[in-house]
């Protein structure tokens, strides 16, 4: 009589335990259905970009002039958690003209001319960030990391005279920002982004361009 008590118990608390699992994997594969396709999949998000650059260093020695011709596009695979990686290409464009002045070179050589100065820099960056918080927030910040090369082209005209120097040179640029929404389930959305870009070109009075940019962006994401 005890021994059928006992099985008996057994098999009560084997049923409750395989009701109880049951339901805790019913309302598992509930949360899973429920999450957003972005917390499922890897999204795609490209953003237009465009920005004013302030310059620094010696870059201030050649144009000290804030470039207000920045623009870039930006293609990135956003990960279900909180990072994303992709690529940034841009084209930047700053000039500034000095009056008439007499210039006196080594060679001995004396030239008037007014004097017009041409920075244009062609950046392609691999981009990595990581977000604050995960991509079903509307408005998320970040900090991200490019490295990669630009293309730089140096040009200081003197009337119809022209020094010039171009080059490809390595490229780092950290940056901060954040990404938001137009709405929790608009495709469409914006950016804002302040980026320190250095660019390892050198001459003349340029020992490296650099430059602080202020840039904001129109984006669309997809799956």
């Known amino acids: 009589m005890n021994t059928k008590i006992i099985l008996s118990l057994i098999g009560i608390l084997w049923a409750l335990g395989a009701v109880a699992q ?11 259905f429920n999450k957003t396709l972005f917390e499922r ?18 870059q201030q020695n050649f144009i000290d002039k ?9 293609v990135e695979a956003m990960f279900p958690g909180r990072f994303s990686v992709g ?7 700053v000039s500034e003209r000095l009056p008439r002045q007499v210039l006196s070179f080594e060679d001995g050589t004396d ?9 244009t820099t062609i950046p ?24 990669g090369g630009a293309y730089v082209d140096y040009a200081r005209y003197y009337g119809t005279l022209v020094d010039q120097k ?21 495709n469409l959305g914006g950016e804002i982004q302040a980026q320190y870009q250095h ?16 840039s904001v962006g129109l984006s669309y994401r997809w799956l």
């Open 22 to 32: 049951t339901d805790q994997e019913e309302k598992e594969r509930d949360i899973e």
């Open 41 to 58: 999949f890897v999204s795609g998000r490209a953003t237009v970009f465009y920005g004013v650059g302030l310059p620094q260093g010696s």
């Open 66 to 74: 804030t470039g207000n011709r920045n623009f870039a596009v930006a």
């Open 87 to 93: 690529a940034r290409i841009g084209q930047q464009y």
């Open 111 to 119: 030239i008037s001319a007014v004097q017009t100065r041409a920075l």
């Open 124 to 147: 392609l960056l691999a981009i990595g960030s990581v977000y604050l918080n995960n991509v079903t927030s509307v408005f998320r910040p970040y900090v991200q990391l490019g490295a």
């Open 166 to 186: 171009t080059g490809v040179r390595g490229a780092v640029a950290p940056a901060i920002g954040a990404k938001f929404q137009f709405g929790k389930n608009n």
């Open 199 to 214: 660019v390892f070109f050198k001459y003349n009075e340029l020992k490296n361009s650099t430059n602080l940019l202020f």
